[in-house]
């Protein structure tokens, strides 16, 4: 069917499911509910109440308008917990008994008559198969009384009553009834995820998708890996609960930056600008560079590695995913070769190796020295005691292995260059004499000669030169504990402190001198390196 869904100009042709992400508070829930009514759809609402102490006995009739009731009650009290389960499975039961009197009757008028499929695959039958398949061990038996028997390791079978079951076991319980109750066009499932193992979520939700083909899915989630899990989905980003934004379709782009992009997507609600940057969310990357662009038109997103970076930039700034929205990037040095790290003008190379390089950069140490209590001339020997000590770290075979990762990694760059200008060729021995053809201008030999003493005179170099290029070139994890030490911080206080400093308003800066002196120095110092701190 064609989904109408508010702020999207045309309606989404197709029966594939529908995605839509978001933050929370920016009124996904409200967005779910207007789609629902506008394509006379179900909801299944997030607050969804599964507890089954006990399944009343009602006639079909009336347990049928107690479940439509309460769904109608639902959509206008959404905030409100749904509370149908038990109305429903009544009516299942109800249903499941007429139907088999009528089976009986059949049965006994025309023994050798076919029985219509209706009275046979009944929606009780469906919802105890489903059940049963994704909880190995378990068998449910629903009736007014209902129970699980699970067969334990050694063989035996315990009992218990449904009331007892877990969460995720209730849960799947409730959303396999109303998927099979169902009888509009479309089922809105907010957080369809909750309760579940990620693997439980998406095979479950494999599953009820295909008993119910002619049910075209919406579902609101969080959890980006089901997003992507749902196949030939159309994306949406939720921007307030009048509206969403179409995203295009992801198929050209790899499969772990749509994830990273997704999830980056309802970031960009509110800012203008988003920033990518490498690490994980618990990595110090995202807080640092967060405290630096500590501005509301600037979202961080930390995706990994730096080649999802570099995708991500790209990406957002192709207008791929969202509009009104330009993309920036930082990625560590780790060793790769300056022509590679400066390829791409909307990502910044740090100056040091990587983040935690920052702290040692000569003028940040110096000013986190002098916040923390030295004099100029104390700051300056603690960090000429703290450079000669993270200098000792990088002798014999920690400069040889550093040696080695850096002409790794520049033959990975420049082999990529050196055979990428060999194309497809209808001839097949053409194609193979020049790829077997292709070396650099000398030879083999000479050239991983050459990179091997080039990168050996720059390590040298850098060990026993300038500060800043030994923080540029040696990986800061190996020292960022030293400086620390050398600054007289337990790590983690120095990383807090430097947030906070960047992190400190003009408006009540003057009561914060102390601060205020380190926030200034350590913006002097990180500005040429560093994108713009606003938008």
Known sequence: MDVTIPGVPDAVSGTSSIVIIGPNGVGKTRLGVAITSRNGGERVSALRNV??????????????????????????????????????????????????VEYRRQREKSPTQEIPEHLTDTRLGKIVRIWNRHFPGRIINIDYAPKVERTKSDGSVVSYPISQMSEGERTALYLAARIV???????LVDEPETFFHPLLARNLWNDLEEIAPKIRFVYITHDIPFALSRRGAVFAVARSEDGAELLPQTSKIPSDVIAEVLGAASFSISASRLIFCEGEPSSLDAPILSAWHDCKETAVVAVGSCNSVRE????????????????????????WPDAHLNSDPNVKPHPVSEVEGLFCLEAVFKALAVYNGSNDAEADARFSDFLADSRRIFNGVNFNKELLNRGKARIEIEQKSLFNPIKPNPDLQTMEAAFVGAQPAGGWPIYLATVFTQEQTRLTNSLHGGAAHFVRDYPAKSYFSIAAKHLQFVPEK?????????????????????????RDSIVLALTPHLWPRTV
Request: proline share 3%; hydrophobic share 45%; charged share 30%.
């Open 51 to 100: 507890e089954i102490p006990e399944i009343p006995a009602l006639r079909f009739d009336q347990a049928a308008q107690q479940v439509k009731n309460a769904l109608n009650e639902l959509m206008h009290a959404h905030w409100r917990q749904s509370f149908e389960l038990q109305n429903l499975m009544s009516e299942i039961l109800a249903e499941d008994r007429e139907l088999a």
């Open 494 to 518: 120095m990383v807090e402190t430097l947030c906070k400093a960047l992190k400190l308003k003009d408006d009540i800066a003057e009561s914060e001198k102390k601060l205020k002196a380190l």
């Open 181 to 187: 109750s169902c009888d509009k066009p479309l089922m």
């Open 312 to 335: 991500c930039v790209a990406v957002f700034n192709a207008k791929q995913v969202t509009s009104g929205v330009t993309a920036f990037g930082y990625v560590d040095r780790d060793g």
